[in-house]
């Protein structure tokens, strides 16, 4: 810092005046011994001229003052200065390189708009705006409709709360269906245009069970019991009357009760699910205001034309128009008429229907209804909406006219998404209404399609029936979401096996962090093992984020958990062998981790501190932190009364202790491990697992016993005699001294031969004490 300095102008100008050095030393040190210039003292600039006159400090001892001065001005600068170039002090901060690092890696995700892992850039920042399809809801959920919400649920959840978008999530419900109200099943199967097999092969049997069932339905009427057969009866009695008095009914709240039923039955089945609800649900009977408006305004567009009551798209005339292309999704697919003719749906594509367009590719906006049929006044008369439309309004609305994500399943590719952007683009006249399609994969059940016809039909009830929602999810996290996912027995085994590997862990760790230890003792020295082990955990913590980057690959991610987890036991293990604990301070933050990754995927569904937590039956209640200070009171009870047994030598009192350990607690839900040496561990899950686990120990135990009594009966001098494919030569003992090539054994391999010895030694002795004591028979 430059200031007042010991120098008055005059002193100097005079002092640099002086052209001899000597003599302009000898000056500055007349000057400087009556200043004071070290306490207190602050540079100038004036300090720093006369600094610069010098070369180094006088040799004369005479001149202490200069000397000291100049000592002092040099520390704070760094040394003399060249003349009239700036003065570089010690004090000045070297340049600062930054490391070359590497790359960011960057989320990308499958678009199918372009067929590829497209890099991910929403329109505004972080704000992602998103449509879903809902489901048309006029039967019970299923496994097809889980696969396609449970994987945006996961979608949804990773860039939220994982990427750390801000997600606007549009779904709509789709209570306006020529599914909801179809005409008589006979007249179905009679259609020329129902061509798929499995459909035709369900409605045919149908038929024939209408027939068999005419006449015995016909008496039943007739008697005092037509409820309890007419309940039996009710899918074949709707239809039948649908056939026979539909054209008579005009209040549209009939059409509602069915699908209000089957909404209220879908967003229980999400939430049994743990499916996250949308921020916005649409219904289609709620939109029709905007639907008419929608349709009008593609018209005045000239992209839509009124014929016979019905306004159709016409996609000859969008597709010839020099900003718009028309399937952009399946281009392959255009033309296709079955699947155009099952996306108009069943009661719109009968001969007069079709006749009303100007080309087989156009697909209804708006279809004039007959009597009977759900109906709305607008200017071509009453009608309904059509299906593609119905997508196309209700998103257009809230997300205007570019969305960031659009999301539906494999099958929706074409006509249903494609007619969408079509329809929506002609509205907005523009070519980008979604950024980014996703379509999540099939579903089979075991290899086949799901299909009534087939008897492999499963409701999401169904499913959850045999299997947990964290299975359920763990399955599709397995797999991609964008490929096909087999539902069979092999997919939720390997669920199963990842979810009991994943909750072992936990509750190890869980078992670690109980054990009773002082502030200053959670912190512990690190080894060699420490290290490796949370350097793996840092490698694994970025193999999870490249997955993620990459499409959201979950299967990756949860290998490399699994991994993670592998190292994890096989550190404890080695600590466990060495009667060790292992750091807790790492294991708690590896498990936390673990447990952020599957909370973040949906596989954790409450709050939970540390792994998968442990509810009452029926109830919120937190049952681990319950009671688990009363079960660690037993297990320490036991352990101690099992010190004491063992002492005493009372067998009997170690049996029941190891009765309560496999027989009771079990029951309950709990588990005992004993461990040699170690205190025993004491873990909390779920009681079904825990019998099933007691169960398989029973079958496997005389197997067990059958095989370690075998191996007790063999004397420690025959064990290795009978192995003469690896020895050649034994000494008086039994133990082998040369190998099959007449080699002399290595001490390192004696050594451990030595030791097998020993411990068949201890087991043959125990043996020969039990036949006497009359323990075997």
């Known amino acids: 810092m430059l200031c007042a300095s010991v120098f008055a102008a005059p002193a100097y100008s005079s002092i640099l005046s002086i052209s001899d050095e000597a003599a302009r030393v000898q000056a500055l040190n007349e000057h400087l011994s009556t200043r004071s210039y070290v306490r207190g003292y602050s540079l100038s600039q004036a300090d720093v001229d006369v600094f610069r006159q010098l070369s180094a400090p006088p040799a004369d001892t005479r001149l202490f003052h200069v000397a000291r001065w100049f000592r002092h001005i040099e520390a704070i600068l760094g040394g003399p200065c060249g003349r009239g170039e700036p003065c570089k002090g010690r004090r000045e901060q070297p340049q600062w390189s930054p490391p070359a690092g590497s790359p960011p890696c960057k989320l990308r995700l499958y678009n199918s708009l372009t067929r590829s892992k497209d890099v991910f850039i929403p329109q505004h920042g972080k ?6 399809c809902g489901p048309t809801v006029y039967d019970a959920s299923h496994m097809g409709h889980a696969r396609s919400y449970i994987s945006f649920d996961i979608l949804r959840r990773v860039l939220r709360d994982y990427f750390g978008y801000d997600v606007f999530y549009c779904m709509n419900i789709t209570d306006v269906d020529d599914k909801v109200r179809l005409p008589h099943v006979v007249n179905a199967v009679r259609d020329p245009h129902t061509t798929d097999p499995d459909k035709k092969q369900m409605l045919e049997r149908i038929q024939h069970a209408v027939k068999l069932a005419a006449e015995p339905l016909e008496r039943a009427m007739q008697s005092d019991l037509p409820a309890a057969v007419a309940d039996e009866a009710k899918d074949l009695l709707s239809d039948w009357l649908d056939c026979a008095l539909g054209s008579e009914v005009t209040d549209n709240s009939i059409f509602s009760q069915l699908p209000k039923f089957w909404e209220e039955e879908f967003h229980r089945d999400m939430e049994a699910l743990n499916v996250l609800p949308p921020d916005v649900l649409t219904r289609v009977s709620e939109y029709v205001p905007e639907i008419v408006n929608f349709v009008q305004k593609i018209v005045d567009n000239g992209y839509g034309y009124a014929s016979n009551g019905s ?7 969008f597709a010839s128009s020099e900003r718009h292309s028309y399937g952009k999704l399946v281009p392959e697919a255009v033309g296709d008429q079955k699947a155009l003719q099952e996306g108009e749906g069943d009661l719109s594509i009968s001969a007069d229907r079709l006749s009303e367009k100007r080309s087989p590719n156009d697909f209804a906006l708006w279809k004039a209804s007959k009597p009977g049929e759900p109906s709305w006044p607008c200017p071509w008369g009453k009608g309904r909406p059509g299906w593609h439309i119905e997508c196309s309004a209700m998103a257009g609305t809230l997300l205007g006219a570019s969305m960031d994500i659009h999301g539906g399943g494999f099958d929706l590719r074409f006509p249903h998404h494609d007619n969408e952007l079509a ?8 070519d980008c209404w979604v950024r980014y399609f996703l379509h999540t994969g099939h579903l089979t059940i075991a290899g086949c399609k799901m299909s009534k016809s087939l008897k492999n039909f499963i409701t999401i009830k169904d499913a959850l029936k045999k299997h947990s929602a964290r299975q359920l999810r763990l399955a599709f996290l397995m797999h991609s979401w964008k490929d096909t996912l087999d539902y069979s027995s092999n997919t939720m085994e390997s669920a199963l096996q990842y979810e009991k590997f994943m909750n072992e862990f936990f509750l190890n760790v869980k078992d670690i962090l109980r054990a009773p230890v002082d502030i200053t003792g959670r912190f512990e020295k690190w080894e060699d093992e420490e290290s490796e082990l949370n350097e793996s955990f840092y490698d ?21 958990m699994r991994a993670l987890v592998s190292r994890c036991n096989l550190y404890m293990a ?9 750091n ?9 981790y673990l447990t ?7 596989a954790i569904e409450e709050e939970s501190s540390l792994g998968f937590p442990v509810r009452g039956p029926g109830t919120s209640l937190d049952l681990e932190s319950t009671v688990m200070p009363y079960l660690q009171v037993l297990s320490e009870f036991r352990e101690g009364v099992r010190k004491i047994a063992r002492e005493q030598k009372v067998p009997e009192v170690l049996q029941l202790s190891d009765a309560l350990r496999d027989d009771i607690l079990p029951e309950l839900g709990v588990r005992f491990e004993d461990h040699e040496g170690l205190p025993t561990v004491v873990k909390l899950g779920d009681r079904e697992a825990l019998l099933r686990e007691r169960e398989e120990k029973r079958q496997v135990r005389p197997v067990f016993q059958a095989a370690k009594l075998a191996k007790m009966k063999i004397p420690p001098s025959e064990m290795f005699l009978s192995e003469s494919d690896k020895y050649s030569k034994f000494d008086e003992n039994g133990l082998p001294t040369h190998d099959t090539e007449g080699k002399e054994l290595s001490k390192g391999r004696a050594k451990k031969l030595r030791k097998l010895f020993e411990a068949q030694e201890k087991l043959y002795k125990e043996y020969l004490q039990a036949v006497q004591t009359g323990s075997f028979q």
């Open 127 to 132: 704000k992602v705006t998103w449509y879903c």
């Open 584 to 592: 807790r301070a790492l294991l708690e933050s590896i498990a936390l």
């Open 540 to 560: 694994k913590k970025a193999a999870v984020h490249e997955a993620l980057c990459d499409n959201v690959d979950t299967r990756t991610v949860l290998e490399e």
């Open 596 to 602: 952020h990754m599957l909370t973040i995927f949906g």
């Open 311 to 317: 306004v159709y798209f016409d996609t000859a005339k």
């Open 423 to 430: 329809q929506s683009e002609a509205y907005f006249e523009n």
């Open 574 to 582: 080695a600590r466990k062998a060495a009667r060790r604990r292992p």
